[in-house]
């Protein structure tokens, strides 16, 4: 390999705390273009497979065209390239900043050395497309006549509402908050995800003729039954908003708060008045202890951080994974290994220990006199087999109890699916895990004209699959009004 693998550098833990800005030094165009020629375009791309193998998905769920693009930026050919990755991906301005980079986990230069930087790569190739006025609105020369509601402006709303815009069908999408860009603009914090950069997007689709209605809170402001009037077809890409909840003694306590509802009063308060106001739920001079080990509470531990936390505790109920892929979880699989994410790396910058705590979670949560929440009995657990199912389950290990002090808990023990009043005004159906249920093979729920993805159909899952939802659901759906479909 002539060229080291170089990837975007990270700011300092010390100089990014200091706000809640991206902090990541982008590779000139012409490192860029050395990083591209890293990509051996192989005879089997597996970065761009989105295939399952095992219990998971190995390579971009989008089946982007990642050997082409790195060849083109390589060759100085970021136009082409720019076209070619906006074929089968609508946002790779969020994609770049916030997907885990599945591809790069499935690069075949990864097996035995260095991936190549797809996800940098996609992301010069997206930045330079802005500055160069690639990616600028395209306005349908033809509309058809038909009108579709997108309830949800998460990606895969997005994704629907871009993809069945440019097939020419009139797409109206309506958001309950006062923003748009659900699980992206409350969601995911600005270091992950500058709001800025949301908004740039959809100004542009605002300019391509998609109406967007905030503020509007299907099945409570809206009937059903309107929308079922006033439009051909009914997309719902509501996400999976039904947080999972914590089963504690004292879980009533004050101080107890919903992971999501902690970064989205965070995100807020920035963007109306720069985290001035005090209606935030704020995290500066307490003991905070985040419940999940996952992206959310990762999430988490970095805002409290920023907040000005005295402490962070992160619990995780399971044992903590290999440092290295164990052998029976071989490339290409996705690798299951411990990672160190942004945050935790900030805690221990910080505070100077990991905030994490494995195999560990909460017994009871102790009460001042007033109701405050002060503390919290921990306990540890061990892995059995449980006969029955044999599958692996946490057991509590008598005697482990140990005290902590807490005044801030964040519960970020991930979603169970949709809300239930939104379901119930439609008729639609749900699943055992209460997402909404669609036809085998579909996205067609089992009220007429009314079709579901995202989230609010899959489960909890990443953007990048929320995107591929938005897309497949936006064919099924211009099929079912013209009869035959080219999107």
Known sequence: MDYKREDAAAFSVEERIKNFNEFHTPLSKEEQQKQGARCMDCGVPFCQAGMKIGNAFSGCPLNNLIPEWNDLIYKGNWEQAYYRLHMTNNFPEFTSRVCPALCEKACTCGANGDAVTTKANEYGIIENAYACGYASARVPKVRTGKTIAVIGSGPSGLAAADQLNQRGHSVTVFEREDRVGGLLMYGIPNMKLEKQIIERKINIMKEEGIEFRTGVNVGKDITAAELLKDFDRVILCCGASNPRDIKAEGRDANGIYFAVDFLKSTTKALLNGGLTDKNHISAKGKNVMVIGGGDTGNDCVGTSV????????????????????????????????????????????????????????????????????????????????????????????????????????????????SESYLTKAFGVEVDGRTNIATADGTHQTNVKNVFAAGDVRRGQSLVVWAIREGRDVAREVDKSLMEYTNL
């Open 306 to 417: 920023r907040h000005g936390a005295k402490s962070v505790l992160q619990l995780e109920m399971m044992p903590k994974l290999p440092d290295t892929r164990a052998e029976n979880n071989p490339w290409p699989q996705w690798p299951m290994v411990c990672k160190t994410d942004y945050g935790q790396e900030e805690a221990i910058g910080v505070f100077g220990h990991d905030p994490r705590v494995y195999q560990t979670t909460v017994k009871e949560f102790l009460k001042d006199k007033k109701g405050n929440l002060k503390g919290a009995v921990l306990v540890k657990l061990s892995p059995e087999k449980d006969p029955k199912s044999g599958r692996t389950i946490m057991k509590p290990v008598e005697g482990s109890e140990y005290k902590v002090e807490t005044e801030l808990v964040l519960i970020a023990a991930g979603f169970l699916g």
